[in-house]
C-alpha cells in the first residue's frame, strides 16, 4: 500500500524567524560605546520587552514578527527623551548620549527567545506527532479499508462460487432428469413396439390358422361332394343294373324288388334319423353352457366319424363370434363321443354318417 508524503512543518521557519527578530531587537536596543566618553545622565531608559505566546499562536507569530521589530525600532529613538520640565536636574544632558542596556533586559531578552524557541520546538514536536497519529490513522484507515475490500472481494468470490456451484448442481440434476424421461421414454416406445410386434404376431398366427381350418373345410367338404357324387354314380350305376335286371325279369319280379327298396330306404331313413337325434342328445348333455351365451348365438359344427362311431374330428363351420362359446360346442362333441350305436347302422346308412353337421344355439340342438 502506497503512503501518503508528508507535509512540511512549520517548525524550523518558525524558529528562523524568531531568531531573526530577536537579533533585530538586540541590535535596536544595544548600541556599542562612541570612541569619545558620553555624558551620564541622570535619566536612565530601561525597556524590556516581554511577549507571552502559546503553542496555538504559532502561525500568527511568523506574521506578527515583522511588524513587532519595525514598531520597537520606532519607538526606540535615536536620542534620549527630553527630561521631564517637573523634576530638577543636576546637569543639562548631552546630545550625544544615549541609554544604556541593562544585563537583566539582555537576559531576559535571551530568556524569552530560548523560552520562545523550546515553545516553537514543542509546537513542532507537537505537530509532528499529530501528524504522525494522523499519518497512523489514515494508514489504519486505509488498512481497514483495504481489509474490509479484501473481505468484501472474498465474500463476492465465495458467493459467485457458490452460485456457481448452484447452477452446475442445478444443470446436472436437470441433465439426470432428462436423461431419466429419456430412458423412460425409450423403454416406453420399446414395450409399446413389443407389444404391438406381438399383438401382430399373435394376428398373423390366428390369420395363418383361420386359413388352413378354411382350407381343412374346404378340403372336407369338397372329399364329402366327392363322396356324395360317388355315391350318386354308384346308385345311377345300380339303377342302372335293374333297369337291365328288370329288362330280363317278370314285371312282377320287378314290382316286388322296387317295393323292397322303397321298404328299404324307409327303414334306413328311419335309422339315419334315429341315430341322429342320438348324438344330438348325447352332445345336448355334455354340454356346458357358457354364462356369456345369449340366445343370438349360433355355431355350426362339422363332426367326422368312424365307422365304429369314434370322433375324427369335430370344426367349426360357422363361428357365434363368442371364443367361449365356439370352444364350448366343440368340447361337448368331444365329451358325447365316441356313438357305438354307428356300428349297428347300415353299411349305406353309415356313410351319411361319416360326416354330417350339428346346428348350436343356447334353445336348441338342430
Same mark, same amino acid.
Do not use: D, H, K, M
Given at each position: 500500500m502506497a503512503k501518503r508524503e508528508r507535509r512540511v512543518g512549520y517548525g524550523w521557519p518558525t524558529l528562523l524567524a524568531i531568531g531573526v527578530h530577536v537579533a533585530a531587537l538586540l541590535l535596536t536596543i544595544i548600541k556599542w560605546p562612541a570612541s569619545e566618553p558620553e555624558p551620564t545622565s541622570s535619566s536612565v531608559v530601561?525597556?524590556?520587552? +516581554?511577549? =507571552?505566546e502559546t503553542a496555538t499562536d504559532q502561525p500568527q507569530q511568523t506574521e506578527e514578527s515583522a511588524p513587532a521589530a519595525s514598531q520597537a525600532e520606532e519607538e526606540t529613538p535615536d536620542e534620549p527623551p527630553a527630561p521631564d520640565t517637573n523634576e530638577e536636574a543636576p546637569s543639562e544632558p548631552d $546630545?550625544?548620549?544615549v541609554p544604556e542596556v541593562s544585563d537583566t533586559a539582555v537576559e531576559q531578552a535571551r530568556a524569552e527567545a530560548q523560552r520562545l524557541q523550546e515553545e516553537a520546538e514543542r509546537a513542532a514536536q507537537a505537530r509532528a506527532e499529530a501528524e504522525a497519529e494522523r499519518q497512523r490513522q489514515q494508514e489504519e484507515a486505509e488498512r481497514r479499508a483495504e481489509a474490509e475490500r479484501q473481505r468484501q472481494? $472474498? $465474500?463476492a468470490e465465495r458467493q459467485a462460487e457458490a452460485e456457481r456451484q448452484r447452477q452446475q448442481e442445478e444443470a446436472e440434476r436437470q441433465a439426470e432428469a432428462e436423461r431419466k424421461r429419456q430412458q423412460e421414454e425409450a423403454e416406453r416406445q420399446a414395450e409399446a413396439e413389443r407389444k404391438r410386434q406381438q399383438e401382430e404376431a399373435e394376428r398373423q398366427a390366428e390369420a395363418e390358422r383361420q386359413r388352413q381350418q378354411e382350407e381343412a373345410e374346404r378340403k372336407a367338404e369338397a372329399e364329402r361332394k366327392r363322396q356324395q357324387e360317388e355315391a350318386e354314380?354308384?346308385?345311377? *350305376?345300380?339303377?342302372?343294373e335293374r333297369a337291365a335286371? =328288370?329288362?330280363?325279369?317278370?314285371?312282377e319280379s320287378m314290382i316286388s324288388e322296387e317295393q323292397q327298396s322303397i321298404a328299404n330306404a324307409e327303414q334306413a331313413r328311419e335309422a339315419a334319423n334315429g341315430f341322429k337325434n342320438l348324438v344330438r342328445r348325447y352332445v345336448e348333455q355334455s354340454w356346458n353352457l357358457p354364462p356369456s351365451a345369449s340366445r343370438q348365438? *349360433?355355431?355350426? +359344427?362339422?363332426?367326422q366319424l368312424l365307422?365304429?362311431? $369314434?370322433?375324427v374330428g369335430a370344426t367349426i363351420t360357422q363361428s357365434s363370434g363368442d371364443s367361449a362359446f365356439d370352444r364350448s360346442v366343440i368340447n361337448a362333441v368331444e365329451r358325447a363321443a365316441p356313438f357305438r350305436e354307428m356300428s349297428e347302422l347300415d353299411a349305406s346308412v353309415q *356313410?351319411?354318417?361319416r360326416e354330417f353337421n350339428l346346428d348350436f344355439n343356447p334353445e336348441d340342438i338342430r
Open positions: 530601561q525597556a524590556t520587552l +516581554v511577549r =507571552a $546630545e550625544t548620549s472481494q $472474498e $465474500e354314380a354308384a346308385r345311377q *350305376r345300380e339303377l342302372a335286371q =328288370a329288362n330280363a325279369s317278370s314285371l348365438l *349360433r355355431a355350426i +359344427v362339422r363332426i365307422p365304429t362311431g $369314434e370322433l *356313410r351319411q354318417f
